[in-house]
């Protein structure tokens, strides 16, 4: 039986990627962790956003459309909201830091969850939700949120469909059981201990979403390894879905497949890691490149729009020392 802890990652599509690190970086706090191009699309950044070390489970990553970027269009066969977890008692923290970055945010509650629920400048659908799961990563030192309240790891997603069940027969086929209903969102989760486990599948009757910029391309699951991987190509078929062969992104191998309702879903292991090609404690500070593309280094960064992320250049204080 195939199994996944939860989400490895979600990536989406941005504008300017300076306003988008600013944002991650400076309202969310969390580290730029690698700076990199899109494999399939050179002349396209790929940012990964995540916790100190990019802990799998805790980067949303960004291909940023500039010139050409057309505005995505929201509707089924879309993710409609990214949610992370955040420490229990840090929603009022995080409220108050939102409105002082001009970021509109309200108060919702989900299956018996109170959660804030905003968009980044861009359109994305972004959730916090309080957790007493343990970490799984390690917080950044130089966030400028207190490590008391950074962000723990994602939470869940919620996909936007014409028809849940569709979705919900490949979610089972990966390991997920359904498990709660809250008016028209059916959740499904992996069982797994800490945060990033849950997918909930809410009805739509908006026409099919057009990707773009403000939209989430995909989302990753987490895999043990290469065999899980194998055993998931198995699973995906037995559902009538073609999944890719497994090909290697260098911190991490990944298999992809587009379900029935759209949403294309990735399947990536946990490993080797960001400190692959540059040492943890300069993650993201300078473009990188796989190997096959070092020949063409200087091309593709004439190519690459201007981007300058912020550098915070000190650790935030402990809310006790304020």
Request: charge should be negative; hydrophobic fraction near 35%.
């Given at each position: ?60 990553t960004f291909f940023p459309w500039t010139d ?66 343990e970490r799984p990563g390690t917080p950044w ?144 500070e300078r473009l990188t490149l796989p190997e ?31």
């Open positions: 039986m195939v199994e996944t802890d939860g989400i490895h990652h979600v990536t989406a599509i941005s504008g300017d990627p300076t306003r988008n690190a600013t944002f991650y970086i400076e309202t969310l706090g969390l580290r730029l962790v690698k700076r990199t191009v899109n494999h399939d699309d050179t002349h396209t950044y790929h940012l990964y956003f995540g916790d100190g070390e990019g802990t799998p489970g805790t980067n949303i050409e970027g057309r505005p995505g269009e929201f509707g089924a066969g879309q993710t409609q909201y990214t949610a992370y977890a955040v420490p229990t008692g840090s929603l009022d923290y995080w409220a108050d830091r939102l409105a002082d970055h001009s970021v509109d945010a309200e108060r919702v509650t989900v299956f018996g969850e109170e959660r804030l629920r905003f968009a980044d400048p861009d359109g994305i659908g972004l959730e916090l939700v309080p957790t007493d799961a030192a130089d966030s400028p949120v207190p490590a008391e309240h950074q962000l723990v790891a994602f939470a869940g997603v919620t996909l936007a469909l014409e028809d849940p069940s569709v979705t919900a027969e490949v979610l089972t086929a990966i390991g997920y059981e359904r498990v709660a209903t809250d008016g028209d969102a059916t959740r499904y989760d992996t069982g797994a201990e800490g945060p990033g486990t849950w997918v909930d599948l809410v009805e739509t009757d908006a026409p099919q979403g057009r990707m773009g910029v403000g939209t989430v391309h995909h989302v990753a699951f987490r895999m043990a390894d290469e065999a899980e991987q194998r055993a998931t190509q198995e699973a995906l078929a037995d559902v009538g879905l073609d999944a890719t062969e497994i090909i290697d992104r260098k911190y991490f191998k990944a298999i992809y497949a587009r379900e029935p309702e759209g949403v294309l879903f990735e399947f990536a292991t946990m490993g080797p890691g960001f400190d692959a090609d540059e040492p943890v404690e300069s993650l993201g096959r593309l070092e020949g063409e280094r200087e091309e593709i960064e004439a190519a690459l729009p201007e981007f300058e992320p912020p550098r915070p250049s000190s650790t935030a204080p402990s809310s006790a020392d304020d």
